[in-house]
């Protein structure tokens, strides 16, 4: 496959997957067809345990599909390493390295770690808020301040796709909407392409451009929505008439 300027970020074609064990196949995921476009936040939700995850773990080319294609730019996933900023649902920092050290960490196991690269990443830090907490040390920090650094941890290797694992459902509910809110000006901050999975409707709702509606398992797409909210932060759309619309029909679509 070649790009071409219309080639999206991140494709899937008719992908298939399962898992094999003692007892046999277990089909995750069916004929599943989606495509990520440039600087775009796409959100993908579904019923509990339809394979979400393992979405994510296919586009970023940790599980290979027993069929269909996955691309990044028009070239096999396979091609891709290094393309991808993965982000957990916990923080996962080191509690024994300040958060300079913590942020730097991809620099340094990616042999990337210059004085340029860091001097880059640093300098995220600083411009979302966490320039006087550099010396600190994990523990010393508020969820959404560890999370915060999480994010820019992510960002240092400057990935070109961020894959984002229900990144907030470690965090109390009025943390999670800072947080959301905090998230978001950082990637529409810095230009980056994401894709998100949540169980949470209202976060998806919230946060993306569009909003993929998986089936239970297999997964396959059951819809795939334009959100349509422009310049908003996510606590604007919250409070936007038509966030219970868009709630009360991707809540019938993940009930089908």
Known sequence: MNET???????????????????????????????LREGEFMAVIGPSGCGKTTVLSLAAGLLSPFAGEIAVRGRPVRESAGKFGYMLQKDELFPWRTIRKNIVLPLEVGKKNTEANREKALSLAKKYGLGDFLSYYPDQLSGGMRQRAALIRTLAPDPEILLLDEPFSALDYQTRLTVCNDVYGIIRGEKKTALLVTHDISEAISLADRILVLSRRPATAV??????????????????????????????????
């Open 5 to 35: 300027p219309d080639t999206p970020v991140l494709s899937f074609e008719n992908v298939y997957y399962a898992y094999h064990t003692k007892g046999g196949e277990t089909l995750a995921v069916r004929s599943l067809d989606f495509s």
């Open 223 to 256: 819809a795939l929505h334009e959100i349509g909210f422009e310049a908003m932060t996510p606590l604007e759309r919250r409070e936007s008439p038509c966030f219970s619309a868009w709630f009360e029909k991707l809540w019938k679509e993940l009930n089908i």
